[in-house]
């Protein structure tokens, strides 16, 4: 149908669905897939300035946009630079934030700061959320999303990616939440917040990143992207302005180190506490030493599930765009 709207008309679509704004900036090729009805995937960075040393966070920013491509679907990195918060990235503002030292880690309450101030940071998940989300994206993919973090009952560290799934209509792909977190505890609050949570393929237990199962049962699993598709579309109709959660377990063949991986995890979290590391800098601190007591096991398994996540979550953004048309 718009292919017969004149070129102009195609212009102005573009512009005004696309809501860039002085604060807002969607990269021309992200706006013109959404303008057209395109799949469009949104992927999180702060796995780039904080989740992953350089050289491997700027590999594998690359290489999960080219995962999506390869899937007919356009990816859109979001990313807060100069205080502008981006959508779609090119490839020299991948390049700043992989190897900038300065980039501060942006959930929905640093965005005000940091907008103010005109400084540059990696979006989480949550701060990811509210970008993909005003722009117009419905899936998102990650690697791990937070959690109520273990003792979160008496620290209240509880992150902000859970209030968000419960209040911004996003479906978000990742591999499950990973053990340095209470997994019980989360899914007890992600119920509270409303979130539907499933579980890609049949298994029948919620998966924990690095292991294919975390104990916990899955509320509910969805078997292919279709379903997946189902799902989202479901939420849109209800106008449920809270998010889903999908999570994909990690492929067999990168399961095998994570029972060495779950022993490095637990003396991370003992050392994290007893250094007194708090808030926002205790997520970075687990992932940066279980990454050496591995010696880069961890790290290899992050970057297989992350390219996982990105080929299903790029299925899912495409059978959401046909079940649309
Ligand atoms: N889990 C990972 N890698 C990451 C993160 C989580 O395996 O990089 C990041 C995500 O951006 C997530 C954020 O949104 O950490 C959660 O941080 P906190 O626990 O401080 O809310
Ligand atoms: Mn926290």
């Not at 090729?29 to 992927?43: R, Y």
């Not at 189902?230 to 994909?248: F, K, N, P, R």
Request: aromatic share 4%; proline share 4%; glycine share 8%.
């Amino acid at each position: 149908m718009l292919g017969k709207l004149s070129s102009t008309l195609q212009r102005y679509i573009s512009a005004t669905s696309c809501r860039s704004d002085v604060l807002f900036k969607i990269h021309p090729t992200v706006c013109e897939a959404l303008a057209e009805h395109w799949p469009v995937v949104a992927l999180e960075s702060t796995i780039i300035t904080h989740g992953m040393p350089y050289p491997q966070n700027l590999s594998t920013a690359k290489e999960v946009e080219e995962i999506v491509k390869a899937e007919g679907v356009i990816p859109a990195t979001v990313a807060v630079l100069e205080g502008k918060v981006h959508v779609g990235l090119s490839s020299d503002e991948l390049d700043f934030l992989a190897s900038s030292k300065t980039t501060l880690k942006v959930s929905r309450r640093d965005l005000p700061y940091v907008i103010s101030k005109g400084l540059s940071g990696g979006t989480t998940v949550s701060g990811t959320m509210i970008a993909a989300h005003k722009a117009g994206i419905s899936v998102f993919v990650t690697g791990g999303i937070g959690g109520v973090h273990r003792d979160g009952e008496n620290t209240l560290d509880v992150s902000a990616d859970l209030t968000e799934l419960g209040r911004t209509p996003i479906a978000v792909v990742s591999a499950g939440i990973k053990s340095i977190l209470d997994i019980g505890r989360t899914l007890e609050f992600l119920e509270t917040q409303g979130v539907c949570v499933a579980t890609y393929g049949e298994s029948k237990s919620f998966p924990a990143f690095f292991s294919q199962k975390s104990g916990y049962t899955s509320p509910y699993n969805v078997l292919n992207s279709e379903e997946a598709a189902e799902l989202i579309v479901s939420t849109h109709s209800l106008g449920l302005q809270s998010g889903v959660l999908l999570a994909v377990p990690i492929p067999d063949e990168h399961a095998a180190a994570g029972q060495q991986i779950e022993d490095a995890i637990q003396a991370a979290v003992k050392e994290a506490r007893l250094k007194g590391i708090r808030g926002r800098d205790v997520t970075p601190f687990i992932l940066h030493r279980v990454n050496e007591l591995t010696e880069g096991q961890s790290l290899r398994a992050n970057i297989a599930l992350i390219h996982n996540n990105a080929l299903v979550g790029s299925q899912i953004a495409r059978a959401l765009a046909e079940r649309m048309h």
